[in-house]
């Protein structure tokens, strides 16, 4: 069963830093790995998508690098902006035809 | 038609009452899939249709819920008998079986529901 976890749960950081997310998953025979992003009480916003046959994707600020075999993905965010202030959620999508989500990284971006 | 819709975004109802929650995919979509999202926690999968076939369910759909995709579009995820517990944000996806895995999910908003 796969099992897909983020660190740190939350993250404080100045405006300007740049920020690092983690997530890592137990199994890895998945077909590609999603990143979202979720405002309060809102829906999720997909950001960028890695194949499995991919090692990175880049989107702007935004970078997320996929390691298969040692099940890891990290989402690189450039000079943060309190904008980017959310919650962002990993997922991996394996047979099954389903998304595993983490607990997702609660980021915070002071002033 | 420029993403996945739900209907209503916000619910309030008292235990014990029925619910049902409306989703509207991406038109061309054939994949459609509900989640559940409980305070601080990732989503969790429900269920996903294929055209209007359910093809899978997750344990955590209990004997009180129920979805259905009449024909093939727009989705309804009915709860019956509601508990506290049922109180979360419920998600609905689409995608397309022919671009997958390449292009992932389109999620909605959500429907909030509250139980008092």
């Known amino acids: 069963k796969q099992e897909v976890t983020q660190i740190p749960a939350a993250l404080s950081v100045p405006e300007g830093e740049n920020l690092v997310l983690n997530c890592s998953f137990t199994?890895?025979?998945?077909?590609?790995l999603q990143w979202f992003r979720q405002d309060p009480g809102k829906g999720l916003t997909s950001l960028l998508l890695?194949?499995?046959?991919?090692r990175e994707q880049t989107s702007g600020r935004l970078n997320a690098s996929l390691d298969k075999s040692s099940g890891r993905s990290t989402l690189y965010i450039a000079a943060s902006q309190p904008g980017d202030s959310a919650t962002y959620l990993c997922?991996?999508?394996?047979?099954?035809?389903?998304?595993?989500f983490g607990g997702g990284t609660r980021v915070l971006v002071k002033p | 038609d420029t993403g996945v819709s739900q209907d209503p975004r916000h619910k309030i109802t008292k235990r014990g009452q029925n619910v049902t929650f409306r989703c509207d995919p991406i038109?061309?979509?054939?994949?459609l899939y509900w989640y559940r999202q409980t305070l601080g926690q990732g989503p969790e999968f429900l269920t996903y249709?294929?055209?209007?076939?359910?093809?899978?369910k997750s344990r955590l759909l209990s004997d009180r819920f129920s979805a259905e995709r009449p024909k093939g579009s727009f989705s309804t995820l009915e709860i019956q008998r509601t508990e506290q517990g049922d109180s979360a944000m419920y998600l609905c996806?689409?995608?397309?079986?022919?671009?997958?895995?390449?292009?992932?999910?389109?999620f909605g908003s959500g429907t909030r529901l509250t139980v008092v």
């Open positions: 199994d890895s025979a998945i077909y590609n």
């Open positions: 890695i194949q499995s046959s991919q």
């Open positions: 249709f294929q055209n209007e076939a359910q093809l899978e």
């Open positions: 997922a991996a999508h394996a047979a099954g035809n389903k998304l595993t």
């Open positions: 038109s061309e979509h054939n994949r």
């Open positions: 996806a689409s995608s397309s079986y022919m671009e997958e895995p390449n292009y992932g999910y389109t």
